[in-house]
């Protein structure tokens, strides 16, 4: 059964997570403006995520979405793929 954005939030998934982290809010959600995500959490670096607010209308419908960070810069640069699934 498909969650519910608005009335639980949500939940992530980061690929080749080393302790990153995302909370995308219902708050986020029904205000529905672009916003920048940091998601050091844990790692010792950081990406941004933009979710827009295209994306939190998706949200709002319970609609899975998918994005990608931005790069880290030198070596093993790299990003990650953010999923954000309704709770």
Known sequence: MP???LANG?????SGNHGHVIVVSKDDITAAVDKDYHIMGGALHDHVV???AAQFAMLAQNTTI???STPTIGVG????L???VCA
């Open 10 to 14: 949500t939940v992530s998934q980061i």
């Open 3 to 5: 969650g519910n954005c």
């Open 66 to 68: 998918s994005d990608q």
């Open 50 to 52: 933009t979710i827009t």
């Open 77 to 80: 640069a790299h990003s990650h």
């Open 82 to 84: 953010i999923t954000i």
